[in-house]
């Protein structure tokens, strides 16, 4: 009985020495491909710069323009699609791109507004989408990005006030929103974060009662902007 035992142990054993030898080894699966295609399609691509952006079989979406991706997991990393002169809009698919942590836009004619899905977009560091024709609210769902570092939203077409949320970014160190239309005033919160480095606005935009000790504010002539920086970056003599 022992005998047939043992032989019975080494046919499993050799059948899962074969499984690793002879399956292949491919890519975990992952939906950014088919995500990445979603986000083109918003997307009025004039100068077809995205020409390699294909649902072809042979078509690899982390070798794609402006797609870094995981080594391990093949999970896209970084989409960076910055001054291509892409026109339409922010497809609200990109809040499926659940590892990215990269997202720049900046430089292209995109308009309508940023997506609420953008803060589902957890592991999201650095989201630059200056310099477009985006429209609309700051969208609340940014206040969701806790490991975000980076918001700059500068040159655009958006509206309202800065949201009180923004100071919820317990990592935000640089937030830059000038040349929009924004209305109200900055939220003092956003004053007392031990972490945020640097926040510019338009010089139109009206300051709370007070700041402060420790932030100071800077005059900028020539772009007619007010920029905010923590004070121990300057060094006054007497």
Known sequence: M???WCKVMAFRVGFVLLLLVFLP???VDSDDGETLLEIKKSFRDVDNVLYDWTDSPSSDYCVWRGITCDNVTFSVLTLNLSSLNLDGEISPAIGNLKSVQNIELKGNRLSGQIPDEI????SLINLDLSFNELSGDIPFSISKLKQLVFLILKNNK?????PSTLSQIPN???LDLAQNNLSGEIPRLLYWNEVLQYLEQLGRYSFPGYLPVNWIVVFVSIS???ILYPRKYFYFSS
């Open 2 to 4: 022992s005998l047939i």
């Open 25 to 27: 080894f491919g890519r």
């Open 119 to 122: 803060g589902d977009c957890s």
């Open 158 to 162: 958006l509206i309202g006030p800065i």
């Open 172 to 174: 935000l160190k640089i």
């Open 224 to 226: 007619n902007s007010q």
